[in-house]
């Protein structure tokens, strides 16, 4: 079977699309994800992105990272669905539902409300979410976040020079975190500017994460160290993060479509 793909990013960070609210697509398994974001042997991504009928909402995003779990939710994925749908939508993830507006080459995403509790990140055993009595090497003391997703929230004095690619993937395999975690080192500019890099669970460092984006911005509020609503600079680009008084998440900032193509879907079952 010869299935359409669109390619498309957030800031850098990739996606392959495949839209089958139309016409269905045989199972999408594990294997067949991190085949196809297999950036040597595939089509290469960060996360694969599969869009199905909803029975709740106008439709459903399932998002898969490229080492081929499925995962609960994709800041900077819902930006790209929503410039591909082109309309104002709710889309359920298995984070929840979301409601994505798409506006000047990007969309505005209402990303829900942040959860705090041990259990609800979840991390292993109970502790304060809010400074963590925990450290790796340099990295101590982070914020535990869920934005549909786990996060893990480390503030230092400058984020560029902390060893993300060696720290990140200890702390996301540490059994603290019975799901994995997604990792945030992040540098408070002034009270409207966080600089952030991200190690994301299942997919390594990425050019930017939205979901990181929201986890930083709230830690940081929830911290008292930036205003309600902060631009989040990434390497790939900037987002704009608001945390309303209601507890709802907004994100804000670009995506674009890169190219459309096709593939055998039995090259990679
Ligand atoms: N790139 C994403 C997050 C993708 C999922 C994440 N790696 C996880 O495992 O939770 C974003 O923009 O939020």
């Not at 911290?223 to 907004?250: F, K, S, Y």
């Amino acid at each position: 079977m010869r299935v359409p793909f669109i390619k498309m990013h957030g800031l850098g960070n990739d996606f392959v699309v495949l839209d089958a609210r139309g016409e269905g697509l045989p199972t999408m398994t594990p294997s067949i994800a991190a085949a196809l974001a297999d950036r040597r042997t595939g089509i290469g991504c960060d996360q694969v992105i599969l869009l199905e009928p909803s029975e709740t909402a106008d439709f459903r995003m399932r998002i898969f990272n490229s080492d081929g779990g499925e995962v609960e939710a994709c800041g900077n994925a819902s930006r790209a669905v929503a410039l591909l749908h082109g309309a104002e939508a709710s889309v359920e993830t298995a984070g929840g539902t979301i409601r994505v507006q798409p506006a000047n080459g990007g969309a505005s995403v209402d990303m829900g409300v942040p959860r705090f509790g041990w259990e609800e990140i979840p991390l292993a055993y109970a502790m304060d979410t809010l400074t963590m009595p925990v450290a790796w090497e340099p990295l101590k003391n982070p914020t535990a976040v869920n934005v549909g997703n786990p996060h893990v929230v480390f503030f230092v004095e400058n984020s560029d020079v902390v060893q993300l690619d060696r720290l990140g993937p200890e702390i996301e395999h540490d059994p603290l975190f019975p799901e994995r975690v997604n990792v945030n080192v992040a540098t408070v500019e002034s009270r409207r500017r966080i600089c952030l890099r991200v190690w994301e669970r299942g997919a390594g460092l990425t050019r930017a994460c939205g979901t990181g984006a929201c986890a930083t911005a709230v830690a940081a509020m929830r911290r008292g160290l930036v205003e309600r609503e902060v631009e989040v600079r990434l390497p790939g680009g900037t987002l704009t993060i608001a945390w309303a008084e209601d507890g709802r998440i907004t994100m804000t900032g670009p995506a674009a479509e890169a190219y459309r193509g096709s593939f055998e879907w039995d090259d990679f079952a």
